[in-house]
């Protein structure tokens, strides 16, 4: 079957670093996406990579490494705006997209 | 603004009755999607539509009905629902089906309570 893994739940502290990982196994691979959801909203577009390697977006970035299924989501100098939930995504090679659950994060002052 | 509007953005319905969920863009997308998002669970894919014409339905109850009268618009008809459809229903739109690059835009949901 095909499957997206990504933490529950994180906690970090405003101005700080946080990583989100995602690891997926699917059938074929067009592309993963990373979608930002505030409590109540609509997820919003954050990031698409179909290559190997960083894309840097101000204070995001996403990385991919197609060979062993993983991408991570990287926020820098993080603000209290920052909480919310981020759903990792993968198109398959049927262009469907599988998607995770979802990381909840939680931001402290 | 997101593009894609939702109407209502919260609805309490009884097992009995009929209701609908309205979806509306004006991006000229040419594919619209319905969702189902429940808490700590993935989205699932319930209905997709291409250029008005039905592509997908994940083997969802008959108890939703979808309707795309034109690209613009996409409705989801309910009826004798059960207590476990309460969940956020969300409408999505992207250019074409399958298209990966600029992903889905997403309106902010119907929060569905069936009482």
């Known amino acids: 079957g095909q499957n997206i893994d990504q933490p529950t739940e994180m906690t970090a502290t405003e101005g700080a670093i946080v990583q989100i990982n995602c690891t997926y196994q699917t059938s074929g691979f067009n592309g993963l996406f990373w979608y930002q959801q505030h409590a109540g909203e609509a997820p919003t577009f954050l990031s698409y990579?179909?290559l190997d390697g960083l894309e840097e977006k101000g204070r995001f970035s996403s990385f991919l490494s197609r060979s062993k299924g993983y991408s991570y989501l990287l926020l820098k100098e993080l603000q209290m705006k920052d909480s919310a939930s981020y759903l990792c995504?993968?198109?398959?090679?049927?262009?469907?997209?599988?998607w995770g659950a979802g990381t909840k994060l939680i931001i402290k002052p | 603004e997101t593009g894609v509007t939702q109407t209502p953005r919260h609805l309490v319905m009884g097992m009995t009755n009929k209701k609908s969920l309205k979806c509306e863009q004006h991006l000229g997308h040419n594919a619209m999607y319905w969702y189902k998002q429940s808490a700590k669970k993935p989205l699932e894919l319930m209905f997709v539509y291409n250029f008005k014409e039905q592509t997908e339905n994940n083997s969802v109850p008959s108890r939703f009905s979808p309707e795309c009268p034109n690209s613009s618009h996409l409705f989801l008809h309910l009826h004798t629902l059960q207590p476990e459809d309460s969940a956020l229903y969300l409408c999505?739109?992207?250019?074409?089906?399958?298209?990966?690059?600029?992903?889905?835009?997403f309106g902010s949901g119907t929060r569905l309570t069936v009482v």
């Open positions: 999505a739109s992207s250019q074409d089906y399958g298209d990966s690059s600029y992903g889905y835009t």
């Open positions: 995504a993968v198109t398959d090679s049927n262009y469907q997209l599988i």
């Open positions: 990579n179909v």
